[in-house]
């Protein structure tokens, strides 16, 4: 199953190239930058198959987001929040996502 998703900006109307569905290829994240308009189909889809969708303005600046709904696994919860105590587990969370944001923000810094 091939389900295709539009993006509109100003008036024009952008298709992805990517189906949402397709074989091989299923996105989790989507960052949309700039003065972008999602169709009502889009979104369903959007929501239907679990894609976290970002909104950024077209500096990058944090607008809001469009995610999924979220597990209500209450054991990984009281996990989670034990861990909020641990500094050993802390530093080794902390580097990956630190690393990933500086080399997320050289990409974005290139286009």
Same mark, same amino acid.
Request: proline share 5%; glycine share 8%; no cysteine.
């Given at each position: 199953? +091939? ?8 008036? +024009? ?15 989790? &994240? ?9 169709? &009502? ?6 929501? +239907? ?15 809001? +987001? ?28 902390? &580097? ?16």
């Amino acid at each position: 199953m +091939r389900i295709g998703y539009g993006l509109r900006q100003n008036t +024009r109307i952008f298709h992805n190239p990517h189906p949402i569905i397709s074989g091989s290829y299923r996105p989790r &994240h989507n960052l949309l930058f700039g003065n972008i308009d999602i169709m &009502h189909s889009a979104m369903i889809q959007l929501m +239907r198959n679990n894609i976290d969708t970002v909104f950024l303005t077209r500096y990058g600046r944090y607008l809001g +987001r469009l995610a999924p709904s979220e597990s209500k696994n209450a054991f990984l919860r009281k996990k989670q929040y034990r861990l909020l105590d641990d500094a050993g587990f802390g530093l080794l969370v902390v &580097h990956p996502i630190v690393a990933g944001k500086l080399s997320n923000m050289a990409t974005i810094m290139r286009y």
